[in-house]
């Protein structure tokens, strides 16, 4: 499943980048002192998130000596461009320069 298609989008504000005015998704929530509040993030952020899960799992199973999960001992797929609605990209531009 795509990752844009697990949430669903609200306009509101970014408790992560602290942007406002653009589309958000709860993730969980955060609670403080008694008062229990939705955690939103905006496309950028949830991507991000996303990642950072990756490579901490990665991490963890690097540190216990693990075998690659089957899923990860296939070739990668053929990459496909990341679009995030409204922020343009140049990913491509830098894996250029840097290769």
């Known amino acids: 499943m795509e990752l844009w298609a697990r949430f669903t989008f609200e306009r509101g504000s970014c408790h992560r980048c602290e942007r406002t005015g653009l589309p958000v998704a709860e993730l969980g929530t955060m609670e403080a002192r008694g008062l ?43 990459r496909r461009a990341l679009c995030v609605p409204g922020i343009p990209l140049r990913i491509g531009r830098l894996l250029k320069a840097s290769a």
């Open 36 to 78: 229990t509040v939705p955690f939103r993030a905006c496309h950028w952020c949830i991507f991000r998130i996303e990642q950072l899960h990756w490579v901490e799992a990665e991490r963890a199973r690097l540190r216990a000596g693990g075998p690659l999960p089957e899923q990860q001992a296939r070739p990668h797929p053929k």
